[in-house]
Structure formats: structure tokens, C-alpha cells
């Protein structure tokens, strides 16, 4: 999200650079080094080792998770300047941020914009020390590219909601504390009978079915909600208002995703390492050479323009040109990566395989995904022609 904070001249920026070096010395364990902590929606809670736990909290207690955010609500309260530093020195001494998840990603930003100073003060400092779980309940059966279609009712009962409805593909749902969702609160307009409520994942009525998929892993889930009690505080913004929150947290997810592209292997020295090399120390293959090169250009150039976008203000119709793009740069970059790696490229388990084959198959494969969930590039394409072409539906 863009910063509210005022911008350092070139010369503190050197010295908040050696700042965080030194702080990153003193504090960053040594047995974490190259271990990846970001908190994937898709995946379990990592294993809590004292180590972990000492890095999150060091992390979180000084906001650097969260650099942008505010400090009031246990950001870093920093520029984009100075998170990209400390962005820059984590990379340098091989630390991952493990302040992350969809409170990060799309819930923080979005009740940052919308929510009350209450529910402010409530959610986003457990965010920005990761101290809580949150799940995105938006899709139903009935309503994943339609999502205006959903049927999950929220019945007025004066201090609370009473919540009934079916969530489905909800994604660590079976590990989350609460669920930033969208409920029908009027039955007779679809878009303004939608509004955005919090729901506590403990709550009496709350069942979470885990979806077993057919390599034996359950990431998502279906989520039922039967007269679930939800406390009228935990409505954001006002009743009716949930599509134009919920479509703002969606302009989030979908920067994130297609930014994602960015933590990716090094193509060519694993091509040079696979093909070998020629006598000017170049790729072997001279077609693989330029098809990495055309494929390095399009990511820096895919680059270069999401930067923009986030310094000109941070999220807007443009989320859906970043999706479009950066899912579709990481899918062909992930295809010539199993390509290159021939036969290793082959294995999802077993013997045979190095733990990064493996790593890299299963990246190849979940990509696949990357092009639906936070709405498939079919719906995409539909909002750049209408939002940004100003075509109309017929055209
Ligand atoms: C890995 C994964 C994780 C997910 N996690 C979550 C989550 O945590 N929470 C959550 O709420 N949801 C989640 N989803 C659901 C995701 O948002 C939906 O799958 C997505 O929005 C598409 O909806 P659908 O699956 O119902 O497909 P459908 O809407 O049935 O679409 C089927 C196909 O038709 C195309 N299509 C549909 N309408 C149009 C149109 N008007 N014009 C052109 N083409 C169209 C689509 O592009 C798609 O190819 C997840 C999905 C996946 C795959």
C-alpha cells in the first residue's frame, strides 16, 4: 500500500540501510538463513521452532513485516524508499519476512481503507506480528466468477447477525482464527445487498469440511455456516457497502498475485548448468538462449510497470492488468523451467528427485491455479475492456 510517511533525503537512506543491516545482524537467526517463512494461504502452519517464533516476534514487534503500514496500528510507519531497503537487506542476508498471509496481503490494506478505528485497533496489530489467521469466504457454489450471485444470508437480529450459507474453496480454512467475508444482508439487490462481516472461525455454528484433492493434500476447503452469531461490530463499513469493499480487497489480492511472478529461480543458471555452456561461456542452445532473454525482458519490463503502479498510489483497476500479466509471465517462466530440467522435471514424489525438483514441479503444477482463484484471467480481460477500454459488454 502507497505510504503516508514523509520521504528521507539520499543520505539518511544510506544511514537507515546500515541501520537495518546491523539490526538484521543482531537479530535474524543464523539457522533460519535461506529458509523460506513467508505464510502461504495454501499451506499449514509451519512448525513453531524457537528460532521461527524469536524472528517473527523480532520482526513484528519493530512493524518491518508491514513497513508501510501505519505506526499506530503497529506498522513500520516507513516510505516505499525504506521498506524497498529493508526489502533489499533481508534478501542480502538470505531472511524471509515472516510477517505475511492474507491479513497481509488483502484483509490489512482493505480494513485500513474501510474499517472503523475500532475495528483498526482490533485486527491490524494482531496482523502485523502474525498472531492471527485470516480466510477469504467469497466464493459458493454458485458464485465464484459470479460472485454477486452469492446466497450466504446474514439475518438482522438487532446486536447481531445470524449467519447461514455455505462458503467453498476457502483456503486454509481448517487453519484460520477468522474469515473476512461476504454475506447477503438484502435478498432483493444483488450488487447493494451484499455487506463485508468478520467472522470469528471458533464461533458455535462454524464447520470446515477440508477438500482432499488427488494428490492427497487438502489446501481448501468448504465452509458451512449455521446460525452462526456474528456481533453487528464486526460489519465493515455500512450494510449494502460489501461489493465495493469486497472488489477493493480483491484489487489487493490480485497486485500480490500477479507480483508474485517476482520470487523466482534464476533461469539461466540452471540452464547453463543442465545444457552446458559454449565457448563464450553462453548458453549451449542458441534457441533456449532467446527464449530465456525474450522471457527476462517481458518479467523486467512486467516489473518496472507494477512498481509503478504501487508508487502511483497503490491499488486500482490496473490490479486486473497485473494479474493478467504476472500469472501468465510465471506460468511460461515455470513451463521452460520443467522443460530444461528434462526427466527431473518429472517427479511429485519419491526417490530420484532432489527436494528443489520437487519444489520446482509442484510450483509448476499450483501455478496452474494462479489464473483462477482471485478471479480467472476470463474475468480479468472482461474488467480491462469494460473498467479500462470503456468497451461495452457487446463490443
Ligand atoms: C487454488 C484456489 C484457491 C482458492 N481460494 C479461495 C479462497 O480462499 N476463498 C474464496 O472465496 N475463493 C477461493 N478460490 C475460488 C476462486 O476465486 C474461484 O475458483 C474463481 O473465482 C472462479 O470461480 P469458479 O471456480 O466458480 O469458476 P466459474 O465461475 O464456474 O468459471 C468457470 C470458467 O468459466 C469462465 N467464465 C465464467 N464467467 C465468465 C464470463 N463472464 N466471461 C468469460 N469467461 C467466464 C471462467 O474464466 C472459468 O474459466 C480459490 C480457487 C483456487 C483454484
Request: glycine letters at 12%; hydrophobic letters at 40%; aromatic letters at 8%.
Amino acid at each position: 500500500m502507497a505510504s503516508l510517511a514523509e520521504e528521507r533525503p539520499a543520505a539518511d537512506l544510506e544511514a537507515f540501510r546500515l541501520e537495518v543491516r546491523d539490526w538484521i545482524e543482531a537479530n535474524f537467526p543464523k539457522s533460519l538463513k535461506g529458509v523460506d517463512m513467508s505464510l502461504s494461504a495454501l499451506e499449514g502452519p509451519s512448525e513453531k521452532t524457537p528460532d521461527r517464533e524469536a524472528w517473527r516476534i523480532a520482526v513484528g514487534e519493530k512493524g518491518w513485516g508491514t513497513p508501510t503500514w501505519p505506526r499506530q496500528y503497529g506498522g513500520g510507519g516507513l516510505t516505499g524508499a525504506e521498506a524497498k531497503i529493508i526489502q533489499q537487506e533481508f534478501t542480502r542476508a538470505g531472511a524471509s519476512n515472516p510477517i505475511g498471509g492474507m491479513g497481509v496481503m488483502m484483509f490489512g490494506p482493505t480494513l485500513l481503507e474501510y474499517g472503523s478505528e475500532e475495528q483498526k485497533m482490533e485486527h491490524i496489530p494482531a496482523i502485523c506480528k502474525a498472531e492471527v489467521r485470516w480466510c477469504q469466504g467469497y466464493s459458493e457454489p454458485n458464485a465464484g466468477s459470479d460472485l454477486a450471485n452469492l446466497q450466504t444470508f446474514a439475518e438482522d437480529c438487532g446486536d447481531h447477525y445470524l449467519v447461514n450459507g455455505q462458503k467453498t474453496w476457502t483456503s486454509g480454512g481448517q487453519w484460520a482464527d477468522k474469515c473476512f467475508a461476504l454475506v447477503r444482508t438484502d435478498k432483493s439487490d444483488k450488487h447493494n445487498g451484499i455487506s463485508f462481516l468478520l467472522i470469528d472461525m471458533t464461533s458455535p455454528g462454524v464447520e470446515v469440511r477440508p477438500i482432499k484433492m488427488i494428490s492427497g493434500v487438502s489446501p481448501f476447503c468448504e465452509t458451512f455456516f449455521t446460525n452462526v452469531k456474528v456481533p453487528k461490530k464486526n460489519l465493515v463499513g455500512v450494510e449494502g457497502q460489501g461489493w465495493t469493499i469486497g472488489k477493493r480487497l480483491l484489487q489487493h489480492e490480485r497486485t500480490n498475485i500477479g507480483s508474485g511472478a517476482r520470487n523466482m529461480v534464476s533461469i539461466s543458471a540452471l540452464a547453463k548448468k543442465q545444457i552446458g555452456v559454449d565457448e563464450q561461456g553462453r548458453i549451449a542452445d542458441p534457441e533456449l538462449r532467446a527464449r530465456i532473454a525474450r522471457l527476462e525482458m517481458d518479467g523486467m519490463a512486467f516489473f518496472q510497470t507494477a512498481m509503478r503502479v504501487q508508487a502511483e498510489g497503490g491499488v486500482s483497476v490496473a490490479s486486473s492488468i497485473l494479474k493478467t500479466s504476472g500469472t501468465k509471465l510465471a506460468q511460461e517462466r515455470a513451463e521452460l523451467i520443467i522443460e530444461i530440467m528434462g526427466m527431473q522435471g518429472l517427479g511429485w514424489e519419491g526417490e530420484g528427485f532432489s527436494e528443489k525438483e520437487l519444489e520446482a514441479v509442484r510450483g509448476w503444477l499450483f501455478g496452474k491455479a494462479t489464473t483462477i482463484f482471485g478471479g480467472s484471467t476470463e474475468i480479468q480481460t472482461n474488467i480491462v475492456a469494460k473498467r479500462i477500454l470503456g468497451m461495452l459488454d457487446h463490443q
